[in-house]
């Protein structure tokens, strides 16, 4: 059985570089962030309103596009 670094290295070449592992680390970061928050703004607007409409409309206008 090979270990872990040879299988990266072979099906994974480009996490053997080390600005690619921290850009991706901090994308993985950034995106747990991202869904709690989006979680947070949910509850938030359900704790508020108790309104589970509101809530499901806060998260369908997430993915609305907009021109800025």
């Given at each position: 059985m090979?270990?872990?670094?040879?299988?990266?290295?072979?099906?994974?070449?480009?996490?053997?570089?080390?600005?690619?592992?921290?850009?991706?680390?901090?994308?993985?970061?950034?995106?747990?962030?991202?869904?709690?928050?989006?979680?947070?703004?949910?509850?938030?607007?359900?704790?508020?309103?108790?309104?589970?409409?509101?809530?499901?409309?806060?998260?369908?206008v997430?993915?609305?596009?907009?021109?800025?």
């Open positions: 090979r270990d872990l670094g040879s299988f990266i290295r072979e099906y994974f070449p480009a996490f053997t570089h080390r600005n690619y592992k921290l850009f991706w680390i901090g994308q993985c970061i950034s995106l747990i962030g991202t869904w709690m928050q989006n979680a947070a703004l949910n509850w938030l607007v359900y704790a508020m309103t108790r309104d589970g409409f509101l809530s499901g409309l806060i998260t369908a997430q993915f609305t596009p907009f021109k800025s």
